[in-house]
């Protein structure tokens, strides 16, 4: 069985500033990860994804993560954070190989102040 | 990147009668898709999994007779919520495997609203 923990579920921040959204994963085996967005009352878009090579994933909007097999972490990043990144954001964890199916953190919310 | 388009966006629908949400793969074609419901600031809870040409899997708690799914075709899947109540309000959200098994693409998502 997979899980992901997402620790904060708000985060404020104000624009221009750096954020870290912070998301743990357990798993017996082999995963992998994806960062989503959630605009109100939309879908969900990728962000970026890990599924193997080098830890460090740049993705769209100028978010970045780093997956750390030893912490069985991946948190996401941004060094400075527009009003337009106000959303929610899940964490997600697939395993690889087999069947995939995406288990979702809770979701955080980033609230970018002016 | 793949699209996955959800129709409708919004719906409004009386106490008792059934609505359908069709989730489609637009540029791929998708063995399996997977509907999801949220609630409002929570997560998205796993509904189903859908397979084409076979029976949908319910996880634990999700009625199959309500909750009717049909992946007729590799890609088209639809949802029909069947005499629905109020409770049943909720956003509805597919999404459909990439034919790698690696990735997930969601639709836009399906608000439903029973009066």
């Known amino acids: 069985a997979q899980s992901v923990t997402q620790l904060d579920s708000q985060v404020p921040v104000f624009e221009e500033a750096p954020v870290e959204l912070r998301c743990n994963y357990s798993?017996?085996?082999?995963?992998?990860l994806f960062w989503y967005v959630q605009y109100p009352n939309q879908g969900l878009q990728l962000l970026l994804k890990y599924l193997s090579g080098s830890t460090l994933v740049k993705g769209i909007n100028g978010f970045e993560a780093e997956f750390n097999k030893s912490q069985t972490s991946f948190h996401l990043r941004k060094p400075s954070v527009h009003i337009s990144d106000t959303a929610e954001y899940f964490c997600?964890?697939?395993?690889?190989?087999?069947?995939?199916?995406?288990?979702f953190g809770r979701g955080t919310s980033l609230i970018v102040h002016p | 990147g793949a699209v996955v388009s959800q129709h409708p966006s919004w719906v409004i629908c009386k106490s008792g009668t059934s609505v359908k949400i069709e989730c489609r793969s637009l540029d791929f074609q998708a063995t399996t898709m997977f509907w999801y419901r949220q609630f409002p600031k929570q997560s998205l809870m796993l509904m189903a999994t859908?397979?084409?040409?076979?029976?949908?899997?319910?996880e634990q708690g999700v009625e199959k007779d309500k909750f009717l799914i049909n992946h007729a075709s590799l890609t088209l899947s639809t949802l029909t919520v069947t005499s629905a109540h109020p409770e049943d309000s909720s956003f509805y959200i597919c999404s459909a495997l990439s034919g790698t098994g690696t990735e997930a693409f969601f639709g836009q998502g399906t608000r439903l609203t029973v009066v």
């Open positions: 798993s017996s085996v082999s995963v992998y």
């Open positions: 997600a964890v697939g395993t690889s190989g087999g069947s995939y199916i995406p288990t």
């Open positions: 859908s397979n084409e040409g076979s029976k949908a899997t319910y």
